[in-house]
């Protein structure tokens, strides 16, 4: 199992421009997150998904977009990038009836 | 006030040390609790799940106490390998899970 797998790893964007992040995981897991981390601020949830076809907003979702088309991915796009979007992006799944969250390693997104 | 508040440290500690961490959340129907622990430019990983009546998992001791709304881990006769930022983590209802900013570990030889 690769586990959650995110793809880029790394990003530079100028503003304005858009991208998509893509989150994998091969565990079967219902459930999946998208996280932005800050410095001292902790990660904070953007969007979620209970299963395929279905989204939620998180705690900062201004800005960002998400769809589950396939149940191993859950995608976080930002249709016009601004420098407050520069961050570590994390993306997260678990099986239903657990609580236990399991992280994809990270992509690092620069907007300039 | 954040809903999960942590010291940031950092606690910079010998080798062999015994060190302590807590935690506060605000919300009182709070109904799970963890630790996970986070290597520099590395992902989250759970470290222990707590549990009201305190839970042990080697050299790592977690406990919970609801009624002045705390965590803590303790982390006994400290290694190298135990620097790390420490993350706080709530469940306050179904699927969502609300994080503290982390403290972070420093342990020299």
């Known amino acids: 199992n690769a586990g959650v797998t995110q793809t880029p790893k790394f990003r530079v964007l100028k503003t304005g421009q858009s991208m998509t992040l893509l989150c994998a995981q091969d565990m079967n897991h219902e459930y999946m997150y998208w996280y932005r981390q800050d410095p001292g601020m902790g990660l904070r949830l953007i969007h979620y998904?209970?299963?395929?076809?279905?989204?939620a907003k998180g705690e900062v979702p201004d800005g960002y977009n998400v769809s589950r088309l396939k149940k191993q991915n859950f995608l976080l796009g930002l249709e016009s990038a601004a420098p407050s979007q520069t961050s570590v992006y994390f993306c997260?799944?678990?099986?239903?009836?657990?609580?236990?969250?399991?992280f994809g390693p990270g992509t690092r997104l620069l907007v300039l | 006030r954040k809903e999960v508040e942590q010291d940031p440290g950092p606690f910079n500690v010998p080798e062999g040390a015994t060190v302590a961490f807590n935690c506060t959340y605000s919300n009182s129907a709070s109904q799970s609790f963890f630790w996970y622990r986070q290597d520099c430019r590395k992902e989250p990983k759970l470290l222990m799940s707590?549990?009201?009546s305190g839970n042990e998992d080697g050299r790592f001791t977690a406990q919970l106490n609801r009624a002045s709304q705390y965590i803590s881990l303790l982390i006994r006769d400290s290694k190298l390998s135990d620097s790390a930022t420490y993350l706080c983590?709530?469940?306050?209802?179904?699927?969502?899970?609300?994080f503290g900013g982390g403290t972070r570990l420093m342990v020299k030889p």
């Open positions: 997260a799944s678990r099986p239903g009836g657990e609580e236990t969250q399991y």
């Open positions: 998904s209970v299963g395929e076809g279905t989204t």
């Open positions: 707590v549990y009201s």
């Open positions: 983590v709530v469940n306050n209802a179904g699927n969502m899970l609300t």
